[in-house]
């Protein structure tokens, strides 16, 4: 479990590479996206609406985000969210530290970071009107807790919605995966299909839309 968390520590320190595969820039970000995820321009685009799909423009009420990471993809969107009360949690220091520097340099005042593990969520049941967990899924250590941690917080009615990465549906991406992610601890199995991710949530929400785009799928859950 320590050499797990402590992988994404090593991110933390990495943050400049990683922030820039994420978000589709710089030559090195777009050809490992493009080459390792088989994420194009396009398909990127899609990536990403799916994986915000679930929190609408005017959202207001209160939102958990697990795992913030360092916050590139979520943090310019809550910039809009001037109605929501958010919670950032991750495991990392490493990770929220960086998370930190950059809702400082956006001015981004109200956003409340906490380091904690999805497995032990500090909130009381029926918290939140919206959890949202990009990229969080296929790294959690313990997925059972997760699920229900992440569903306990949530109130009825309220939005579960976020992206992870799903198996089966690119070679190159399941080898990278395999040879890559997985020794450096940087996901961990066992990981949903499209088909498995779908039964799951439709058995465990009231309503679930689940998408993809190659490897990544979205989801947006009622519960
Ligand atoms: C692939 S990153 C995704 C971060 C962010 N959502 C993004 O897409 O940029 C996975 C994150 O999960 C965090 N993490 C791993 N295990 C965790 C746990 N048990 N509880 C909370 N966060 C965890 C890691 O520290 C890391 O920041």
Redesign the pocket.
């Known amino acids: 479990m320590k050499k797990?968390?402590d992988a994404?520590q090593i991110?933390g320190n990495l943050a400049n590479f990683y922030d820039a595969m994420?978000t589709n820039s710089g030559l090195l970000g777009r050809l490992a996206l493009k080459f390792f995820w088989g994420l194009d321009d396009d398909a990127y685009q899609k990536f990403l609406a799916q994986a915000f799909a679930g929190i609408p423009k005017n959202f207001s009420g209160r939102l958990l985000?697990?795992?913030?990471?360092?916050?590139?993809?979520?943090l310019p969107i809550y910039r809009n969210l001037t109605g929501a009360e958010i919670f950032c949690?991750?495991?990392?220091d490493k990770?929220l530290d960086a998370a930190r520097v950059r809702a400082d340099k956006m001015n981004l005042r109200g956003v409340k970071f906490l380091q904690?593990?999805?497995?032990d969520l500090p909130f009381e049941d029926n918290f939140f009107n919206a959890v949202l967990s990009?990229?969080?899924f296929h790294?959690?250590?313990?997925k059972n807790a997760?699920w229900s941690e992440t569903r306990r917080v949530l109130r009825s009615g309220g939005t579960f919605c976020g992206c992870m990465y799903i198996k089966g549906e690119n070679r190159r991406t399941d080898f990278f995966v395999e040879k890559f992610c997985e020794p450096q601890r940087?996901f961990n199995p066992p990981y949903e299909t499209f088909a498995s991710l779908k039964n799951f949530l439709s058995n465990h929400f009231t309503r679930a839309e689940v998408t993809h785009v190659e490897s990544f799928a979205g989801f947006v859950c009622t519960k």
């Open positions: 797990f968390f994404y991110v994420l985000e697990v795992p913030v990471g360092t916050g590139v993809l979520s949690a991750d495991y990392s990770m904690s593990d999805v497995a990009i990229n969080g790294v959690f250590p313990d997760a940087f």
